[in-house]
């Protein structure tokens, strides 16, 4: 059984950096084809996905915001995290983690979803 | 990059309708497509995989289909449970979903 949950701040200030963990169970990112995305949806509007990371280490991220992210993987902990430098009001979104396998391009597993504020 | 443009945005329908929902590729793109549900304050749930796979303990009442640069998924009878948002994926890139109201 798959499971993944988000953790971090509620609340960040602007200017501040936000770090995210994903925490997962019954799979191991070590395994070939898997990997952990970030994707995220503020009030009200569509999903956007943020960053990826697979078993092999391969990164990718959203070319909009490429320069503030960084994803990083830690196999022993079960543990995907995601830094997101100078925070702005406009990013206050529920942040969600989530399984993706390569032969479909899927993302089959989410987690709960964790609202962050951004707000002085 | 690739856009994908749902339609429509808002669709009001009465239960038992038949409801299709369109997703278009800016272009053609070598990787699935998938389709899934979000209810408020939930994560989304993916209903299809590969353009017309049906995920494991959806009803059958859901399907897609599809190829290129254009894809449906279709809601053979539409459900209470079904009143929902429903977005489309290709690889990273979600369409702006697309809101299921009651009629």
């Known amino acids: 059984q798959i499971t993944l949950k988000e953790s971090g701040p509620t609340l960040v200030n602007p200017t501040q950096t936000l770090t995210l963990t994903c925490t997962f169970s019954?799979?191991?990112?070590?395994?070939?084809?898997?990997?952990v995305g970030w994707i995220r949806q503020p009030p009200g509007k569509a999903l956007e996905w943020l960053a990826l990371?697979?078993?092999?280490?391969?990164?990718h991220y959203s070319p909009s915001l490429k320069s503030r992210l960084t994803i990083t993987k830690d196999t022993s902990k079960n543990q995907v995290v995601l830094t997101m430098t100078n925070m702005d009001p406009v990013d206050t979104a529920t942040y969600y983690c989530?399984?993706?396998?390569?032969?479909?391009?899927?993302?089959?597993?989410w987690g709960q979803g964790t609202l962050v504020t951004v707000s002085s | 990059d690739i856009q994908m443009t749902q339609s429509p945005s808002t669709l009001s329908a009465s239960v038992g309708d038949r409801v299709t929902i369109t997703c278009r590729a800016s272009?053609?793109?070598?990787?699935?497509l998938a389709w899934y549900q979000q209810k408020p304050g939930k994560a989304p749930k993916l209903l299809i995989y590969?353009?017309?796979s049906l995920e494991s303990g959806v009803p059958s009442r859901f399907s897609g289909s599809g190829s290129g640069t254009e894809f449906t998924l279709t809601i053979s009878s539409l459900q209470p449970d079904d009143f929902a948002t429903y977005y489309c994926q290709q690889y990273v890139t979600f369409g702006q979903g697309t809101k299921v109201e009651i009629k």
């Open positions: 989530a399984h993706i396998v390569v032969v479909s391009d899927t993302f089959d597993y």
């Open positions: 590969k353009a017309s």
């Open positions: 019954g799979f191991a990112l070590s395994t070939t084809g898997v990997g």
């Open positions: 272009q053609s793109f070598s990787s699935w």
């Open positions: 990371i697979y078993w092999n280490d391969d990164k």
